[in-house]
Each structure stands twice: as C-alpha cells, then as structure tokens.
Nanobody
Framework: QVQLVESGGGLVQPGGSLRLSCAAS????????MRWYRQTPGKQRELVAA???????NYADSVKGRFTIFRDNAKNTVYLQMNSLKPEDTAVYYC????????????WGQGTQVTVSS
C-alpha cells in the first residue's frame, strides 16, 4: 500500500519561509509527476507547483519566484520551499503524485496547514 505523508506546515510571519515535505512510503512502485496543491475554505483546490521524474517544473503565476519545488528520487520525496510568504498563501497544502503500482493511479497526502500571519 502506497501512502504520501506530508510534514512541515505551520505558522509563519509574512515574509518568512517554510519547507514542506512529502514522502511516499511502501514498496514496488514508481513515481512520475509529483505536485503540490493548496485549498482554502470555499475555494477549489489549486495547483501550486509540479515536477516530473526528470526534473521539469511548472508553477502557478502567484508563486513564481517565491516557491521552489524539488525532489529526491532516491527518497521518493518531494519538497516545496516557500519564501517571501504572504497572507494569501495561507491554505491547506496537499501533496499529489502519479504512481505506478500495478497500474497508474493518483495519490494524495492528508494535507498540512500553512498559516501566514503576523
């Protein structure tokens, strides 16, 4: 059974930084694209950043230049380095990955709260 486990959320002041981590646990699987989404109450979940197994990345316009997604394939882990945080970055952040076990499926983490406030 493959699981995505997130960590690293919390409370930070505007202008501060946080790093989120998401590790895939289990065995006998391959991971292709890994993504971070975020969601606030009453709004749709939005894609923040994505990275392929080859390292290609893309970002939402709202986070370009402030957030960096990177991964450690040996550890089956994806990270989101968030700098220059703004109050509007406050949300629950979710990890998502396309994982091949017997077939391709989309897996989600449990979510981690990020709050940017003074």
């Amino acid at each position: 059974q493959v699981q995505l486990v997130e960590s690293g959320g919390g409370l930070v002041q505007p202008g501060g930084s946080l790093r989120l981590s998401c590790a895939a646990s289990g065995s006998g699987f391959s991971i292709y694209t890994m993504r971070w989404y975020r969601q606030t109450p009453g709004k749709q979940r939005e894609l923040v950043a994505a990275i392929t197994s080859g390292g290609s990345t893309n970002y939402a316009d709202s986070v370009k230049g402030r957030f960096t997604i990177f991964r450690d394939n040996a550890k089956n882990t994806v990270y989101l380095q968030m700098n220059s945080l703004k109050p509007e970055d406050t949300a629950v952040y979710y990890c998502n990955a396309d994982i091949l076990v017997l077939s391709w499926s989309s897996y989600w983490g449990q979510g981690t709260q990020v709050t940017v406030s003074s």
